[in-house]
């Protein structure tokens, strides 16, 4: 009966996932520049027929077992290279929807089934964990394997308490370190969720020398396997070179970002949790402590906080805290089951109060809603992007390279998707990024040169030289770079007028009238 009642709960909130996941998943295009990166990447692996061998593969060696499960689908995207877009997107609402079995078991073996239910809907809820789930990116499979692995854990455990034998807990072990070196193959970065390890097992009421060496066994073992796997992908030797983890960590936590980025990151964080559930949060974690339920607190604030400290100083997109929203979800859901029967005996003896707490309630949580996390790039303005790339790829022909200033990844993106023969190719500048002027004048962590990198996009007719993007932030380098480079004196220059940042570029009357012709689209 337990069981059945089980099944029963399931099948109720996959279909609250679903109903809220699936209507909303971007159809034919996607939600952030990151996306759209790897999509490029996907596209040149299919026309160069270089399976997990192309350098413009965006974050492959972090994300690996991400695009062996997309080049599955390799025969159908030869056929149409469009449907890589949707097939991104549906994979990632399908994880976001999935993880509500592992969650599920996890919570209700240690908190209950309430309490379950609860915080999956909330999860479903929280912004950073619903709007990632509409478009295609890695991190949210990364959060499915992981809590798989969890769930297998508290299983494994109730399989040793019935001995069984130690040939089929060895093979509930191996089950497990494959769920966490999935979860790192799908995306490194979450190793941050890591700490939920030993929480696990705390929760088990293991003692603490029970707790370190399974916890090293889960932890250690699922990096070597990625490690060995990492180890048999293609060699790209300019990725090699240019693009290790050293680095790019000294670039994008390099400690001067802590402070430029401190009210900037705070508020996507608030944002990404959105503002209410923050501060039902924040009172969730105060209450914890007040109860003194060390086991629940060492379950939620050591992910919470090591999330938090990695990602301030790059925060942006707030797609980079999904990985506490999970606990964030359990610790909100252990605080409101604690409090219903004192809210429900209240809200019985004054009826009228309880009427109006709980409309100024609904209205609270409308309100934070509009002051929350939304995608990088909304659907309508994804197209606008794109419909610049219908625009270059119908251009009849020039005798100059054309310079293109606007958001152009979805513009080269959606040139690729018109024509199998464009060849595109990144290209560093001789500009350095203003970001790597910066932080070489203020840190002793000295990040290694970053210039200005462009997208060369080839097609039958033209040539496009496309400034990587362009954000609000990127105004000064824009023009710099427009004054500073060498490498194209001559040509063309679009400046995408239906970008708000590329009509903020003053090109008229400066020296930039000597180096290229406006071309208006």
């Given at each position: ?19 809220l996941f699936l209507p909303l998943v971007y ?396 060849k595109v190719k990144y290209e560093k500048t ?70 708000k940042e590329a009509r903020k570029v003053d ?15």
């Amino acid at each position: 009966m337990k069981k059945h009642n089980n099944t029963i709960v399931l099948i109720v909130l996959l279909g609250l996932a679903s109903i809220l996941f699936l209507p909303l998943v971007y159809k034919d295009t996607l939600g952030e520049r990151d996306s759209f990166r790897m999509v490029m990447g996907i596209i040149d692996s299919i026309t160069s027929n270089k399976p997990l061998g192309s350098s413009m593969l965006y974050g492959r060696d972090i994300s690996f077992a991400y695009f062996v499960l997309l080049d599955f689908f390799r025969p159908i995207f030869k056929t149409n290279l469009a449907l890589i877009i949707p097939f991104m997107n549906y994979i990632n609402a399908l994880s976001a929807i999935l993880t509500v079995i592992p969650f599920f078991f996890l919570v209700k073996r240690y908190w209950g089934t309430s309490i379950a239910i609860v915080a999956n809907i909330l999860l479903m809820f929280l912004p950073v964990w619903r709007v990632t789930s509409q478009y295609g990116h890695p991190m949210t499979g990364a959060v499915l394997f992981m809590f798989i692995g969890l769930a297998l854990i508290g299983y494994r455990s109730f399989l040793s308490s019935l001995r069984l034998g130690w040939k089929k807990l060895i093979l509930w072990d191996v089950l497990i370190i494959a769920s966490f070196a999935l979860c790192l193959m799908f995306r490194l970065d979450a190793i941050l969720m890591f700490p939920l390890i030993p929480a696990c097992l705390l929760l088990e009421n293991y003692p603490f020398k029970k707790i370190v060496s399974p916890s090293i066994l889960y932890s250690f073992f699922p990096i070597i396997v990625f490690k060995v796997m990492q180890s048999q992908l293609p060699l790209i030797p300019e990725v090699e070179k240019s693009n290790g983890i050293v680095e790019q960590l000294l670039l994008w936590n390099n400690p001067t970002r802590y402070f430029d980025n401190f009210v900037f990151g705070n508020l996507l964080f608030v944002w990404g949790l959105n503002p209410l559930l923050f501060l039902v949060f924040f009172i969730s974690c105060i209450y914890l402590v007040y109860k003194k339920s060390y086991s629940s607190l060492f379950f939620i604030l050591p992910t919470v906080l090591l999330n938090y400290i990695f990602w301030l100083p790059n925060p942006a997109p707030a797609r980079h805290f999904i990985y506490l929203s999970p606990v964030v979800a359990v610790s909100i859901a252990i605080f409101l089951a604690d409090i219903f029967p004192t809210v429900k005996s209240f809200v019985k003896n004054n009826i009228k109060t309880g009427i109006a707490l709980a409309v100024v309630l609904i209205f609270s949580v409308l309100i934070s809603y509009k002051y929350s996390y939304s995608a990088p790039m909304s659907e309508k303005y994804s197209h606008t992007a794109r419909s610049l790339g219908n625009e270059l790829q119908q251009l009849e022909p020039k005798d100059q390279p054309i310079l293109v200033i606007a958001d152009t990844i979805p513009a080269v993106v959606q040139i690729q998707l018109m024509s199998k023969d464009t060849k595109v190719k990144y290209e560093k500048t001789n500009v350095f990024t203003d970001d790597d002027i910066k932080y070489q004048k203020r840190s002793t962590f000295r990040p290694k040169p970053l210039y200005i990198s462009v997208i060369v996009v080839e097609n039958q007719k033209n040539k496009f030289i496309c400034y990587f993007q362009g954000w609000k932030s990127k105004i000064n380098e824009i023009q710099r770079f427009l004054q500073e480079t060498d490498q194209y004196q001559k040509g063309y220059l679009v400046l995408n007028m239906l970008d708000k940042e590329a009509r903020k570029v003053d090109v008229e009357p400066s020296s930039l009238s000597n180096k290229f012709d406006i071309l208006k689209l």
